[in-house]
C-alpha cells in the first residue's frame, strides 16, 4: 500500500498563516457591516459584547434585530448622498486628467532618451514624496485672494497635482517594458508619431493603464487632508462628511451615521477591485518584468 501523500510544513504554515491574516484584517470590516444594522446600545455595548449579535436594544427600539436606520440618517436626513456624488465628481475628473496627461508625458519621457527625462522624473519624485499638507498650505491663500476656495474644480486640480508625478512614474515604466520597435514599425507603415501611440501603444498597455487609473482612484477616493482643507461643507465629499458625522467635543454626533456611511463608502472598493482584477494583475505583472 502506497504511503499517503505528506503534507509539508512549510506549506501548512504559510497557509495557516494567509488565513490567520485574512481573519484579522476582514474582521473590523464585517463586524462593521453587521453593526452597521444595529443601533448605538448594542453596536458599542460595554456590558455585554454579544448586543451587538443578537441586537437586544435594536429589537427594542424598532421590533426587529435589524434596522436601516443608520443608513436613513446619513444618507436622507444628513444628505450623505450629496457628498457621495461630490466624490464621483472628483474621483472621475482627478483619474482622467491624471491619466491623461500621465500616460503622454510617461510616453514622451520613456522615448526621449535624454537626460532631463530623468531629472523630470526626480522632480517629480520628490514632489511625490512631500506631505500633502506642505502642498495644500501653498495653495490657500491664493484660493482665498481669488475667492475660489471651497469648489470642486480648484480641489480636483490639486488633487492631479499631486498624483500626477505617481502616474507619471508608474506609465512611464510600463512604457519602458514595450519594444521600441513596434512604434518603429507602426510608423514606417505610415503612422504618426501619435497614431502609432494611439494604436499601436495603448492597447498593449491598457492593463497597465487601468492599474495605475485604479490606484489614481483610491488616492483621491480616500484622501482626507486635501478635501478637507479645499472644500467647504456643502461641497464636502464622503470621507471628510463621514468624519463630521462624530461630532466634536462641542457638537454632538451620531456614530450609527458614521457607520453605515464607512460601509456605504467601503463597498464599492470591493466591487471596483473584484470588477478590475484580471487587468490589475495583468498591469502590476507587466509593470514588473521586462519585456
Known sequence: MAAGKQINPAVLISTALVVLWLIVAAFPFMWTIWGSFKVQADFFSKADWTNALYGVFTAEDTGGPFTWRGYFGAWIQEEFWRAALNSFIVVFFTVIISLTFGTLGG???????????????????????????????????????????????????????????????????????????????????????FEAFRRVIIPVMWPGVVTTGLFSFLLAYNDFTVTSLLLSEQNETMIPAIESFLGTTQVEGNVMFAVAAVVSATVPLFILILFFQRQIVSGLTAGAVKG
Not at 491664493?142 to 475667492?147: A, D, L, Q, R, V
Open 107 to 193: 510616453y514622451a519621457l520613456a522615448r526621449s532618451g535624454r537626460n532631463y527625462a530623468f531629472w523630470i522624473l526626480m522632480a517629480a519624485l520628490v514632489f511625490r514624496a512631500m506631505p500633502h499638507i506642505t502642498l495644500v498650505s501653498g495653495y490657500l491663500l491664493p484660493f482665498f485672494e481669488w475667492n475660489i476656495w471651497g469648489i470642486l474644480p480648484t480641489t480636483i486640480i490639486v488633487l492631479v497635482a499631486i498624483n500626477q508625478p505617481f502616474t507619471l512614474w508608474m506609465l512611464h515604466s510600463f512604457f519602458l517594458n514595450i519594444p521600441k520597435d513596434l512604434d518603429e514599425s507602426a510608423m514606417v507603415d505610415g503612422c504618426s508619431r
